[in-house]
């Protein structure tokens, strides 16, 4: 399912689907794509490690 079918579909919201939109517009070729993916999960992984167990 494409990002227009689920934003129709009402599987994203308006923020949802824009976001995801910004992302595959700066990610035009695999390098860009490769360098968004890792630069994403650097994030969660630091989110991750600040996040208090419980």
């Given amino acids: 399912m494409t990002l227009r079918e ?6 994203l919201d308006d ?6 939109l910004d992302v595959l ?3 035009e070729t695999p390098g ?3 360098d968004h993916r ?4 650097r ?3 630091e989110r991750l ?4 167990a419980r």
Avoid: I, V, W
């Avoid at 689920?6 to 599987?11: H, P």
């Fill in 6 to 11: 689920r934003y129709a579909a009402g599987n």
């Fill in 15 to 20: 923020e949802e689907f824009e976001r995801m």
């Fill in 25 to 27: 517009l700066s990610t």
């Fill in 32 to 34: 860009d794509a490769r």
């Fill in 38 to 41: 890792e630069r994403s999960s």
């Fill in 43 to 45: 994030r969660e992984r």
């Fill in 49 to 52: 490690s600040e996040t208090p």
